[in-house]
């Protein structure tokens, strides 16, 4: 039931929908970009209902970039589940174009776009991308190490190496996505990074069979 708008009383909103009108904002404009002004004409809420719902700027960004990796088109967790090394990769660099470019959401992506802080205020959000990154990195290394034990990578992989060429060629992604690069150029630059995926090696075929003394 919505609060009566009596004298003194803010105007009720829903917490739920001004947090992703937030998340939109820093996700076209990044954290720095994002000024507090804007934010609460974008929410559609006062300074004051902001701070008591969300917090300050920084807490309220932490709650959106949660909402972010919570979304249900997220792919980073289908991808981690592929039984191969390349099914992870391609469900990553395919997603990373696919979420870049939707038609009904900012260009590029929220993580990339906000980790480019550089005023001394915004240390802790740069800290706190930069560890987010770290930890998907890092769950990235552990599969391909798997596929490395498993055989799915080729004998003399380095699956550091590409947990770095595949977050590279994703946060290339997502900066020429903001920027206006087309959602077939970069097909075709995932394309690309999938066509060099070192494939595993060829399983052994049958040993051939004696030959007959006649």
Not at 172 to 195: H, K, N, T, Y
Request: hydrophobic content about 40%; charged content about 25%; aromatic content about 6%.
């Amino acid at each position: 039931m919505s609060e009566s708008k009596g004298v003194g009383r803010p105007r009720a909103f829903d917490p739920d929908e001004a947090l992703e009108k937030a998340m939109i904002f820093f996700w076209q404009h990044g954290y720095e970009g994002a000024s507090l002004a804007g934010l609460t004409k974008a929410m559609g809420i006062s300074t004051t209902s902001m701070y008591a719902t969300f917090g300050n700027k920084e807490q309220l960004f932490r709650k959106a970039l949660r909402r972010y990796d919570d979304h249900p088109e997220g792919y980073l967790e289908p991808a981690l589940r592929e039984p191969t090394a390349r099914g992870v990769a391609t469900v990553l660099l395919n997603g990373a174009v696919n979420g870049t470019t939707r038609p009904d959401m900012p260009h590029g992506c929220l993580g990339v776009q906000s980790a480019l802080v550089t005023s001394d205020g915004a240390t802790q959000i740069r800290e706190l991308l930069n560890e987010r990154r770290r930890d998907i990195d890092a769950r990235l290394r552990e599969r391909f190490d798997r596929a490395a034990d498993e055989g799915d990578l080729p004998a003399g992989t380095t699956p550091a190496v590409l947990t770095r060429l595949l977050s590279t060629a994703m946060s290339g992604i997502a900066v020429q996505a903001a920027g206006g690069v087309s959602r077939e150029e970069l097909q075709a630059m995932a394309d690309a990074v999938l066509r060099a995926w070192p494939a595993p090696e060829p399983e052994p075929g049958p040993a051939p069979e004696p030959a007959q003394v006649r």
